[in-house]
């Protein structure tokens, strides 16, 4: 019997017009995911950069599974007394603040030699890379975001690489999206694969 992703239009329908990802497009034939992977080779449809996923996901109706949870107010003073202990013990956060007197470079036991910070490459994106004018966020395209926060702030697209000073890597998105963005990304570096995205 002919397979269905063995089929260019209906392959292009599923996975361009209606957006689906290659896993879900899987589930659905009961098929591999590298198989559609290979369909999607051989009918050069191109697959969707990690980015492009984000955002169909969005456009599919992703809702962030941290919307609207809070943690209790228990939880809250374990965590805020956690972090305050974390500082005590020298801890510089890699955004912001200046490195006590006796935790300087090599004293620092977060010293990254001679590994550039962040704040550093931030300045040097946010020069060469204006915000979007329309004020859209790059991940979830709406100008407002789930808290009705406006604010853009730059994001580094891709963790899987090192910080770079390619403009071309960094997108404008809300902070709540860039969080989000951020986990997922740091949960897919841990794993090293991007398998549910693409
Ligand atoms: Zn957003």
Request: net charge positive.
């Amino acid at each position: 019997m002919e397979k269905l992703y063995q089929d260019r239009d209906w392959l292009y329908n599923q996975y361009i017009t209606l957006g689906k990802s290659a896993s879900e497009i899987a589930e659905e034939c009961e098929c591999s995911k590298q198989t559609i992977l290979s369909w999607l080779i051989k009918f050069g449809i191109e697959r969707r950069s990690l980015n492009e996923a984000w955002k169909q996901k969005y456009k599919n109706g992703y809702i962030n599974p941290f919307k609207d949870k809070h943690h209790t107010p228990e939880s809250r003073k374990l965590i805020s007394e956690t972090r305050k202990q974390k500082f005590e013990n020298g801890y510089i956060h890699p955004m912001c603040g200046n490195p006590r007197e006796d935790m300087k470079n090599d004293k620092n036991p977060n010293w990254k030699g001679d590994e550039a910070g962040v704040i550093p490459i931030h300045n040097y994106i946010r020069i060469r890379k204006s915000k979007p004018e329309d004020g859209k966020c790059e991940l979830c395209s709406k100008v407002m975001d789930e808290k009705e926060k406006t604010e853009l702030e730059l994001s580094f697209l891709d963790h899987i690489k090192k910080y770079t000073r390619n403009p071309e890597d960094y997108q404008y998105a809300h902070h709540s999206c860039h969080l989000h963005y951020d986990k997922e990304q740091r949960f897919l570096k841990r794993n090293k694969t991007y398998s549910n995205l693409n």
